[in-house]
């Protein structure tokens, strides 16, 4: 009744939690041995409390494991002579039989106390270390459970924990003995011992789960069942083998056995290639489609594992490779799709791997293969399976079709299928580079012309292939005067509208910056031709109104095209920059604008310390009425200093010095010279050494500024001079944290968040003594240092998890409260309401979301969700979103915590749904609406994904309500379709 009523009502069961919890476990410890129904309700009923009060019950978890602990092995009709033996021997039907019972009703009490682990696990991840100290040697243990029903949930019981572990571990580098997964690597000879003797079962269905939990063993610990191979691979040689086993049974052989050579040392796998081999290919041969299309996935891995190094051969793989190819080439023909695919992509690995054996085999395989390129349902497979026999270092003779291969590729990139369109491309690039020479110089004209096309910002991946293939083409095919010309003519002017688009940026960028230096040392196309298009098209920015980053992007291109022109036309390219700042009676903003950045993206390549006076030429510049030139000007003076900085550093310096009052562009500068020591190890001793000093000087000097902007590049500097020489500012940085001045504590606090990198560094040990002081910055007395102090919270969540572990559930609460909207931080000023602290709950919430990626295991949900995500999702718009997300991820991580206060969570959603703009807005408050909206829907189709939500009428109402609204259904789509075709 307790169990049903939990059920029925969810959360609102908590506050009854004090008189029904310790009920039901007295219950369980007094019934007598006929009360098995009792026990095993109680525990029925405890598991479903914890599913759905697991913020009410966490005082009682501890009680609740050691009752769960005690009765999973709870069997009063079989005495210790009667269990079975430690080595887990298979004991036979008349034996077995000796202490079956269809009166005994204590399997339910064992079932009911493994479904309760298993709610534990999934409700309360903080836990798990302690799960794994108590409970996982115990659950191994019970894997010899005589009832099957019960072994099936002990099987399903491990896996959640081993899935929760690979939950809260995610993203975590260094496994240490406080780590959930270095306790379960000690497991790991128990866990193989006892599965083991569970796969000499005689059910299909014990042994189906035997194996499901190895293979969610493997994804989590990749490399850990090496030492094991020689008790598993003589199972699944048994199972493949002997026809009288079932198929599915088979595929779980099959996929367990690709999934465990997939991460292991190929090396390992040598002793056992011949049982290995003869099993899989018996499997390829089963009637069955799906046993076979999982041993031809199989095959792909055992391929690797036969032939890991092509320049030393530590086995004789040629005793294997006839069967294989045989088996494969019987499966060619095969007219199931996925059986078809599996066979090419197996095949190309095959011919990859083996083709200086597979000689007279190669004509009709790639005959046959070009054929599978022509139909659509196996098109995609085949053009990856020529990539990957472009890419053999065999350099598969290929002459027979290669012909046919290019003209069908080329016609394929105008296929509306953008993924045929990547493969394609990926694949012609892989041919170009192998066998360039054997490709016409019309079908190369032909490619260029079907690239040119694809090169847009609407697709930035795609450009970025294209610009790679059309790179390698002109790389590969200098000599080929009109290759050039083709890439000039139709390529180019794609290009240089692509550098406009303010998206460019990343790899799309590098791809155009490796294209415009291939095409400057083609001899088709000249420098001064390039260097002419790609100012001109910054010169634009006059009537078009170029964005930063396109300008950015242009100066890199101009960069990178000088570099590669060689020394004598950079160096005119410099003197012409020159000029067009030097040239006073020149109003162009837009042209000095440019100059500024091509200078400084030429300095941080290059010395230009022939150039005499440069660094005043910039520094005049400083001087412009547009902010624009002053901040292009910075960042020129800065990047030129990166070039040469025993030249042009102490200028910087100087200039801070002689400019107190303003220094801020001058500290810019400075910036970007430190930014890139702390990342570019040359030249790092001589910043060190000579300047070191000096420049800590003059930014604690600035420390106390007003300006936020200050503060910030200030917080910067000192954040990446911390990686430089963290022994000498850390311990500097720790003292700030108690100066009287708010704005310096800020500014020590932001410094810690520039200092915490992803890479590992020297830092790392010194600041993992130190970090607490940092953090506890949260609970200053002023808010600018508070959100300051959550910001490296937040960055350390990300970047160094581990540094702050042990601190997480002592900064928590802090944290929580930085959420809580505070009046005195809520304003009026000329009729409008202003909230100061809008920006600190924004970062606060923006810092748990991070958490719940990389320290699950130490946030409590439950006490998160009521009130603190509550008051949350009703908060600002800037806060809402951020809620959103917390709660879409929330609801996939800790779905049962969400499941327990369901409906309260509906009524904030429902409302921000419904939120209308006023009449007067204007378009950006219209759009923030409308984005509003689709993160609240997001969320709605997130918490209707919970197994159980179905149970919540509101939830249900504000369903059917979304369904019915067009408007919802035009804002959001595909996502109200997965609303209709929710789990309830």
């Known amino acids: 009744m307790i169990g049903a009523l939990s059920c029925s009502v969810g959360y609102r069961f908590?506050?009854?939690?004090?008189?029904?919890?310790?009920?039901?476990?007295?219950?369980?410890?007094?019934?007598?041995?006929?009360?098995?129904?009792?026990?095993?309700?109680?525990?029925?009923?405890?598991?479903?409390?914890?599913?759905?009060?697991?913020?009410?019950?966490?005082?009682?978890?501890?009680?609740?494991?050691?009752?769960?602990?005690?009765?999973?092995?709870?069997?009063?009709?079989?005495?210790?002579?009667?269990?079975?033996?430690?080595?887990?021997?298979?004991?036979?039907?008349?034996?077995?039989?000796?202490?079956?019972?269809?009166?005994?009703?204590?399997?339910?009490?064992?079932?009911?106390?493994?479904?309760?682990?298993?709610?534990?696990?999934?409700?309360?991840?903080?836990?798990?270390?302690?799960?794994?100290?108590?409970?996982?040697?115990?659950?191994i243990n019970r894997f010899r459970e005589r009832e099957e029903n019960v072994k099936m949930d002990i099987f399903n019981t491990f896996i959640e924990l081993l899935r929760q572990t690979g939950n809260v571990t995610k993203g975590q580098g260094d496994i240490d003995e406080s780590s959930p997964r270095w306790l379960l690597k000690q497991e790991v000879p128990k866990v193989v011992k006892s599965i083991d003797s569970q796969l000499y079962e005689r059910s299909i269905k014990t042994k189906v789960g035997a194996f499901s939990v190895l293979k969610e063993l493997v994804v989590l610990l990749p490399d850990c069942l090496a030492d094991h191979l020689g008790s598993l691979v003589p199972l699944i040689e048994m199972y493949l083998n002997d026809k009288s086993y079932t198929s599915s049974l088979k595929i779980e052989a099959l996929a367990f056995t690709r999934i465990l050579m997939a991460p292991h040392s190929p090396s390992v796998f040598h002793p056992y290639i011949q049982i290995l081999c003869d099993a899989i290919v018996s499997a390829i041969g089963d009637i069955y489609y799906k046993v076979t299309a999982d041993a031809?996935?199989?095959?792909?891995?055992?391929?690797?594992?036969?032939?890991?190094?092509?320049?030393?051969?530590?086995?004789?793989?040629?005793?294997?490779?006839?069967?294989?190819?045989?088996?494969?080439?019987?499966?060619?023909?095969?007219?199931?799709?996925?059986?078809?695919?599996?066979?090419?992509?197996?095949?190309?690995?095959?011919?990859?791997?083996?083709?200086?054996?597979?000689?007279?085999?190669?004509?009709?395989?790639?005959?046959?293969?070009?054929?599978?390129?022509?139909?659509?349902?196996?098109?995609?497979?085949?053009?990856?399976?020529?990539?990957?026999?472009?890419?053999?270092?065999?350099?598969?003779?290929?002459?027979?079709?290669?012909?046919?291969?290019?003209?069908d590729l080329t016609t394929f990139l105008r296929k509306a299928n953008r993924a045929l369109r990547q493969a394609t491309t990926g694949t012609l690039n892989s041919l170009v580079v192998t066998y360039g020479d054997q490709i016409g110089l019309s079908s190369y004209e032909t490619i260029i012309a079907?690239?040119?096309?694809?090169?847009?910002?609407?697709?930035?991946?795609?450009?970025?292939?294209?610009?790679?293939?059309?790179?390698?083409?002109?790389?590969?095919?200098?000599?080929?005067?009109?290759?050039?010309?083709?890439?000039?003519?139709?390529?180019?002017?794609?290009?240089?509208?692509?550098?406009?688009?303010?998206?460019?940026?990343?790899?799309?960028?590098?791809?155009?910056?490796?294209?415009?230096?291939?095409?400057?040392?083609?001899?088709?196309?000249?420098?001064?031709?390039?260097?002419?298009?790609?100012?001109?098209?910054?010169?634009?920015?006059?009537?078009?109104?170029?964005?930063?980053?396109?300008?950015?992007?242009?100066?890199?291109?101009?960069?990178?095209?000088?570099?590669?022109?060689?020394?004598?036309?950079?160096?005119?390219?410099?003197?012409?920059?020159?000029?067009?700042?030097?040239?006073?009676?020149?109003?162009?903003?837009?042209?000095?604008?440019?100059?500024?950045?091509?200078?400084?993206?030429?300095?941080?390549?290059?010395?230009?310390?022939?150039?005499?006076?440069?660094?005043?030429?910039?520094?005049?510049?400083?001087?412009?009425?547009?902010?624009?030139?002053?901040?292009?000007?910075?960042?020129?003076?800065?990047?030129?200093?990166?070039?040469?900085?025993?030249?042009?550093?102490?200028?910087?310096?100087?200039?801070?010095?002689?400019?107190?009052?303003?220094?801020?562009?001058?500290?810019?500068?400075?910036?970007?010279?430190?930014?890139?020591?702390?990342?570019?190890?040359?030249?790092?001793?001589?910043?060190?050494?000579?300047?070191?000093?000096?420049?800590?000087?003059?930014?604690?000097?600035?420390?106390?500024?007003?300006?936020?902007?200050?503060?910030?590049?200030?917080?910067?500097?000192?954040?990446?001079?911390?990686?430089?020489?963290?022994?000498?500012?850390?311990?500097?940085?720790?003292?700030?944290?108690?100066?009287?001045?708010?704005?310096?504590?800020?500014?020590?606090?932001?410094?810690?968040?520039?200092?915490?990198?992803?890479?590992?560094?020297?830092?790392?040990?010194?600041?993992?003594?130190?970090?607490?002081?940092?953090?506890?910055?949260?609970?200053?007395?002023?808010?600018?240092?508070?959100?300051?102090?959550?910001?490296?919270l937040s960055t350390a969540a990300h970047n160094k998890p581990n540094l702050i572990k042990g601190l997480v559930p002592e900064l928590l609460p802090l944290l929580y409260d930085q959420t809580v909207v505070k009046q005195e931080l809520v304003r009026t000023a000329f009729e409008h309401v202003v909230d100061d602290g809008l920006e600190l709950r924004k970062a606060a919430f923006e810092c748990v979301d991070t958490l719940l990626d990389s320290c699950l295991d130490q946030v409590n949900p439950s006490s998160f969700i009521v009130p603190f995500l509550l008051s949350g999702l009703g908060d600002h718009y800037d806060v809402k979103m951020p809620c959103h997300l917390i709660l879409s991820k929330l609801a996939d991580k800790c779905p049962y915590a969400v499941l327990a206060v369901l409906d309260s969570l509906v009524e904030p959603l429902e409302e921000t749904i419904g939120d209308k703009p006023t009449g007067d807005a204007v378009k950006q408050e219209i759009d923030r609406n409308e984005d509003m909206i689709h993160s609240a829907l997001q969320a709605i189709a997130a918490l209707s994904r919970i197994s159980g939500s179905g149970y919540s009428m509101k939830l249900k109402n504000l369903m059917s309500k979304i369904k019915a609204t067009p408007s919802f259904l035009n804002t959001l789509g595909n996502t109200c379709t997965c609303l209709g075709n929710s789990r309830r």
């Open 14 to 139: 908590g506050p009854h939690l004090a008189e029904a919890v310790p009920l039901l476990i007295s219950y369980c410890t007094s019934a007598s041995e006929n009360d098995e129904e009792l026990r095993a309700c109680s525990l029925q009923a405890l598991e479903s409390i914890m599913l759905r009060c697991p913020r009410d019950i966490s005082p009682y978890y501890e009680g609740i494991l050691n009752l769960a602990l005690e009765y999973v092995s709870y069997d009063p009709n079989i005495t210790d002579s009667m269990k079975e033996d430690a080595h887990g021997e298979v004991q036979d039907d008349e034996s077995a039989s000796e202490y079956k019972d269809d009166k005994n009703a204590s399997w339910k009490v064992r079932q009911a106390s493994a479904k309760c682990l298993s709610a534990i696990i999934v409700s309360c991840p903080q836990m798990l270390f302690k799960m794994y100290q108590e409970a996982c040697t115990k659950l």
């Open 450 to 792: 079907e690239l040119s096309i694809l090169i847009s910002d609407i697709d930035l991946h795609m450009s970025v292939l294209a610009l790679e293939l059309c790179r390698t083409i002109m790389v590969d095919r200098s000599s080929f005067q009109n290759v050039g010309l083709a890439v000039r003519h139709k390529v180019l002017p794609q290009a240089l509208i692509l550098i406009r688009s303010a998206l460019l940026q990343g790899r799309a960028l590098e791809a155009l910056q490796k294209f415009f230096t291939a095409l400057v040392q083609s001899a088709n196309t000249t420098f001064e031709t390039l260097l002419g298009s790609l100012i001109s098209t910054a010169k634009q920015s006059q009537l078009g109104g170029l964005a930063k980053q396109a300008l950015s992007s242009i100066a890199q291109c101009v960069a990178v095209l000088c570099l590669a022109a060689g020394d004598q036309k950079c160096a005119l390219t410099i003197e012409m920059l020159e000029g067009i700042l030097n040239d006073v009676s020149s109003t162009d903003t837009a042209k000095q604008h440019i100059a500024l950045l091509c200078l400084g993206e030429i300095g941080r390549r290059k010395d230009l310390s022939n150039h005499v006076q440069i660094e005043n030429t910039v520094i005049e510049s400083f001087q412009s009425p547009s902010e624009e030139i002053k901040s292009a000007a910075s960042y020129a003076l800065g990047n030129i200093a990166v070039g040469n900085l025993s030249k042009y550093l102490p200028f910087i310096l100087d200039q801070i010095d002689n400019q107190q009052k303003n220094p801020y562009l001058l500290l810019h500068s400075l910036k970007e010279v430190i930014a890139w020591q702390s990342v570019d190890h040359t030249g790092q001793d001589e910043l060190q050494d000579s300047n070191i000093v000096k420049i800590l000087a003059l930014l604690f000097n600035h420390c106390k500024s007003e300006d936020e902007g200050v503060q910030d590049v200030v917080a910067e500097c000192l954040g990446k001079i911390a990686l430089i020489e963290p022994n000498k500012l850390i311990p500097v940085l720790k003292e700030c944290t108690s100066s009287p001045a708010a704005n310096t504590r800020a500014t020590v606090a932001i410094a810690i968040k520039y200092s915490i990198v992803e890479r590992p560094g020297k830092i790392d040990a010194i600041m993992y003594s130190e970090i607490s002081t940092f953090l506890m910055l949260i609970k200053d007395s002023d808010m600018h240092v508070r959100r300051a102090a959550i910001l490296a």
């Open 296 to 407: 031809l996935r199989a095959c792909g891995e055992l391929v690797r594992v036969l032939r890991p190094n092509f320049e030393a051969r530590s086995i004789n793989c040629r005793p294997y490779i006839s069967p294989i190819y045989e088996a494969i080439w019987a499966r060619l023909a095969n007219q199931d799709q996925e059986v078809n695919e599996c066979a090419i992509s197996c095949m190309s690995l095959v011919i990859a791997t083996f083709g200086d054996g597979l000689q007279r085999e190669l004509p009709s395989c790639l005959s046959l293969l070009v054929d599978r390129m022509s139909y659509e349902i196996t098109r995609l497979t085949a053009v990856k399976a020529f990539a990957v026999l472009a890419n053999s270092p065999l350099r598969i003779d290929l002459s027979c079709v290669l012909d046919r291969v290019v003209s």
